[in-house]
């Protein structure tokens, strides 16, 4: 009867776990940026803009891409969820709310503050691949893009990097079945439906969800969380730029513009200015 | 429009706060400082966009903000663990007083301090397990709405002339009496109330706080009373015709009250000051911008000196002003009877509320006079600061008595 009944329920038990097939251990990419609502400026000597005594935070595609994992981790679809930085000091306070927010462990890679602002998407992405690499990580989700440089390449670079099939500009994330994720992208003119195999590179777009407020229990607890620091270099990553800043400078104003009284008026206007046909 | 092109304009302005990344503060750790970056984000997420429709209607939804702000921890801060607080130190429930006060108007802030450190500290102190249990952990969570009742139509900082009575019948206590500019009155589920419970001849000695629902039979509320400011908030008289509560709902021990209630004032007053803060920065700051662009005779307005005088003192005394807090809240946090300090912090918040209102909407000109100008709202939201929670008059005598202490 034991001989019997052993197989099946192996049997059984791998058939449950196939089911519930997506066991995904998550690192999720946090920046921390000026805050949205900083008026940026420019450095008078035009070398970039000022950051110091600004006031920043993280990355809000970034925090939507941690809210979709920590939600995933909710509904048990993900084991856990680990924070990632890369960046000077001050990243471990980006690092702190994410713990708040619902990741059970940080792992920040340090540089100087003076090599971060130097610091671009190729490099983030190396560092991401050799913690994957050094953890084993089902998915990695980050923003879409970060709000300072808007660069939007860290996602696909670190899916060539380590030859994952990759999730931009997710809107919502799903179980796809059979170790996969089904994930809806907004691109120009409708939404595009995909299923990607796990692992993979997925980044967050705007409406994919709401992230949720850092509670004080939260907070509190966020403390008495892991957060490793481990240097770029020991990860043996060459943070020589690829590109070298020649000007940083303040976009043009717009000039204002003028009132017309009426219609016909307004078509005299545009032909005379030749954008429309005569 | 192409998605990709979506940036930092998408998510809206923010109000600066007190926070600078990297310097450490006075008396804020970074779970303090951590706790306000929540709090401001939900403020300026949720509340601040809807708060001049509330504004104009007089009227705002409590029970959801509460609930929202529950969840936060707002009213969690330095109440016990047991009863679902965060058994943090005083210093938190400043931190978010501070932040509170970058909600765009004056009303809700007051709402919700009523609720954080006016009718909850001394039944969170003194009150039975059994009547924490039944109040406090659903106020700490936000489920329930409080008032604080205390004043009277003829005794406000006077409160040991208070004229409601609770007599004895079995084990109930039956109430009679009212209760005048009851903050929250409308929404409120339930009122930490000051009721004369015996004859004796000692003022300070024959009151007791008691609990009472507010739907309980025989509490009338009034019509919503209209007031100069705080138009959002819903400020009543209450009424209390033989309402019968159990003898439990009495706050710690009977014929303490008055005492308590000088106790749970000093929070008051501190909480108060703290919420003034940031609004008068903004005053400030406001204030600034606009003189940096209006003309007049040729020149901006700032170039006029006497605006630079006027700005640069005013950004002084509410800088001086910040410092007392700090300096007070330290102290109580340190164990030290702080009572003569919280009426100086509070004092000069109420003189500097009217002074910096009063001064900016001057600089403001017609354009401050208008309703939809945010330094007019300021203007008749904080008059209160003089008046609510022990007017001047009331701290300046706390401070006299305590300065005539001193031997020569």
Redesign the interface.
Known sequence: MFVFLSPSLSLFSSFFLCLINIKMRILVGVKRVVDYAVKIRVKPDKTGVITEGVQHSMNPFDEIALEEAVKLKEKKLATEVVAFSFGGPKSAEVLRTALAKGADKAIHVTVSDAEAAKAEPLHVAQALQKIVEQEKFDAVFVGKQAIDDDASQTAPLLAGLLDWPQALYASKVEDGGAGSLKVTREIDGGLDTIKVKLPAVLSADLRLNEPRYATLPNIMKAKKKPLKAIAAKELGIDLTPQTSVLEVAEPAQRKAGGFVADVSELIAKLKEKGLVKA | M???S???S?????L?TS????IKHMIYD??HL??Q??LK??I?EKINPNVNQWEKSGKYPAHYIFNQLG????F??NKPADFGG?G?DFA?SIAIAEQIGSIDCGSIPMSVMVQTDMSTPALSQFGSDFLRDQFLRPSISGDLVSSIAVSEPHAGSDVSAIRTTARRSGGDLIINGSKMWITNGEQADWACVLVNTSKNDNLHKNKSLVCIPLNSRGVHRSNRLDKMGMRSSDTVQLFFDDVRVPESYIIGEEGKGFIYQMKQFNDERLVTVAVGLLPLQKCLNDTLKYAKTRQIFGKTLLDQQAVQFRLAELEAELEATRSLLYRTVLSRCQGQDVTMLTAMSKLKIGRLARKITDECLQIWGGAGYLNDNSISRAFRDFRIFSIGAGCDEVMMQIIHKNQNKRTF
């Open positions: 192409a998605l990709n979506i940036t930092r998408q998510f809206p302005p923010t600066s926070i600078q990344a990297g970074e779970t951590a706790m970056t929540s984000k939900i300026t969840k936060l921890g707002v969690a801060a965060m943090y938190m």
